[in-house]
């Protein structure tokens, strides 16, 4: 399956092509982990990455490096999404590091590609949003499209997501800010069940597989989400 650079393909055609390669789309990114033996291989991984995607993909990719592991990200910033052309770069990333015996992988359960929002309820949107953005220093940019127009960003995507939800009228019942955590598909029920056996309970399960609503023991609320149900 191949696409235009400038195609916006479904969630569901997105993972068509990216899992055989390792990759996983979380939140309108692509996510891979590259297992390395030190900060010096990390380091070439990036190094190989950059090479891979070329002048085409300069603003498309990042890497996050650590001792043991580099985290590569890939989207185009302009969509706030995975196009055609993201595609075609993970499959040049994952070919040039398998050159060099380097595999791109979906992570596990220990260490999951993760993104996570945090959800802020409201009766007014527009008067609150620009509190929030000048208290976290988050730009206006293309969000994924997965969140609703309006959310703000973390400029080098290192923090959360943050959305707004329309309320009519105020919920003093419940908490109005929660969290979403969005992982790999494969990894939902896993970190579902890990968190029911911590205490926490399963508050709805009508919108899965794109989200389990769960609580803790208080009633905080947290969702665990995924790309798929919603193409």
Do not use: K
Not at 39 to 46: F, K, P, T
Request: charged residues 20%; contains cysteine; proline residues 9%.
């Amino acid at each position: 399956m191949s696409f235009a650079d400038d195609a916006r393909p479904q969630r569901g055609q997105i993972s068509a092509v990216a899992d055989p390669l390792g990759w996983r789309l979380v939140l309108g990114v692509l996510i891979t982990h590259v297992a390395v033996p030190s900060l010096a291989a990390a380091g070439e991984v990036a190094r190989i990455a950059i090479d891979a995607v070329g002048a085409d993909g300069g603003d498309h990719v990042t890497a996050e490096l650590h001792s043991d592991l580099v985290v590569l990200r890939l989207h185009s910033p302009s969509a706030g999404a995975v196009t055609g052309l993201d595609l075609r770069l993970a499959a040049a990333v994952t070919t040039a590091l398998a050159a060099q015996s380097l595999t791109t992988g979906p992570g596990n359960a220990s260490v999951a590609p993760q993104n996570i929002e945090i959800a802020i309820d409201a009766l007014d949107i527009p008067l609150v949003r620009p509190f929030w953005q000048a208290v976290t220093g988050y730009v206006d940019e293309p969000g994924p499209p997965d969140l609703p127009d309006g959310a703000l960003l973390d400029p080098l995507r290192r923090g959360p997501a943050i959305w707004f939800q329309q309320m009519d009228v105020p919920r003093p019942q419940r908490n109005r800010i929660h969290i979403d955590v969005d992982v790999p598909p494969e990894l939902a029920a896993v970190r579902i069940d890990a968190a029911l056996a911590a205490g926490g309970t399963l508050v709805s399960s009508d919108a899965a597989p794109a989200f389990w609503v769960l609580a803790d023991p208080e009633g905080n609320e947290a969702c665990i989400c995924t790309w798929q149900g919603r193409d």
